[in-house]
């Protein structure tokens, strides 16, 4: 089946610095895929030029294996919705719920009531209760769902989310990962989740990508890159994560100076001496040379 988005070859270069340096990357029709990696390893960006807000240097984007078209954005967006961390910047604090979620539909010369059943499918409920509040009146959670609400309204095939529930409180982050996993369980609908949070990859996500300074050096499924990850760089960020190991040491990545050979190779503890000088491909998911050997499970190396 055609993905319904699609990255390839995408380069993303601010200056000298490529911020997205060649990156491969599909999402599946009703598929939830969690892209993770440390802050600043371009996570944003690829995000970003996924709903056409950046527009990449070289590589393409395809949407149901049609390219994006720059002179066609609009439409394209209507399709692809991008939700961002903080909903308190995303609302405006002058407009009432329900112009904010009407504004989408109404730029789009899109008919019909689409607020009530948006705001209801975003857990909103009932609907008329939020219709003439104003954002200061909402809690951060209820501030989200109406920015969701605002992208269901257009009925898009996929949401790219950029950390979604990293700005709200713990206790209302697990009642928004519900609602994304509603939506691909009731609507079908498919997903690009940014985090940093290998919890919240694991708790909803169908697949995985592990971004490492601009390219992605891991995907696959859940089981496969957060259970038996074979990429070094996926390896030490489990281990840090469940606190095994001390976090990764050696130069932040500086996506000015990309390293030549493998990008991680500085950071690396199973670097060999062709790491230095040879890029590794992809292969079977993994951009490592000696990733067929890393198939221990994490428990059993300490
Ligand atoms: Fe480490 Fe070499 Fe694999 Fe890069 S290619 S992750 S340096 S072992
Ligand atoms: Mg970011």
């Not at 949070?197 to 890159?225: F, H, Q, S």
Request: proline fraction near 8%; hydrophobic fraction near 40%; glycine fraction near 10%.
């Amino acid at each position: 089946m055609t993905p319904v988005l699609e990255a390839r070859g995408l380069e993303i270069a601010y200056g000298n610095a490529r911020a997205v340096d060649g990156v491969d990357l599909e999402v599946r029709q009703g598929e939830i895929v969690a892209l993770v990696g440390e802050s600043g390893c371009g996570k944003s960006s690829l995000a970003r030029a996924l709903v056409g807000l950046v527009r990449p240097t070289r590589g393409e984007i395809r949407h149901l294996g049609t390219p994006l078209d720059y002179r066609r954005l609009k439409e394209y967006r209507r399709h692809v919705q991008l939700i961002l961390q903080d909903p308190g910047g995303a609302l405006n604090p002058r407009q009432t719920v329900h112009a904010a979620v009407a504004e989408g539909p109404r730029l789009h010369g899109l008919k019909g009531d689409r607020v009530t059943s948006a705001l209801a499918r975003a857990g909103l409920r009932p609907p008329e209760d939020y219709l003439r509040r104003y954002p200061h009146e909402l809690s951060g959670g209820q501030q989200q769902r109406v920015v969701i609400a605002g992208a269901l309204a257009l009925e898009p095939s996929v949401i790219v989310a950029d950390e979604p529930v990293a700005s709200l409180d713990a206790s209302v982050r697990g009642e928004i990962l519900k609602l994304i996993l509603g939506l691909r369980d009731e609507l079908g609908m498919s997903a690009l989740v940014v985090s940093h949070d290998l919890g919240l990859a694991w708790n909803i996500a169908d697949r995985v990508a592990v971004m490492y300074l601009g390219r992605i050096v891991e995907t696959g499924t859940v089981e496969e890159v957060l259970i038996r990850p074979r990429h070094p760089y996926t390896r030490a960020m489990l281990a840090a994560a469940s606190g095994t190991a001390t976090p990764l040491q050696g130069e932040p990545p500086d996506p000015a100076r990309i390293p030549p050979g493998c990008r991680f190779h500085p950071r690396c503890a199973s670097r060999t001496d062709e790491c230095g000088s040879i890029d590794p491909p992809v292969r079977a998911g993994v951009a490592c040379h000696l990733a067929s050997l890393h198939l221990t499970p994490l428990e059993e190396i300490s």
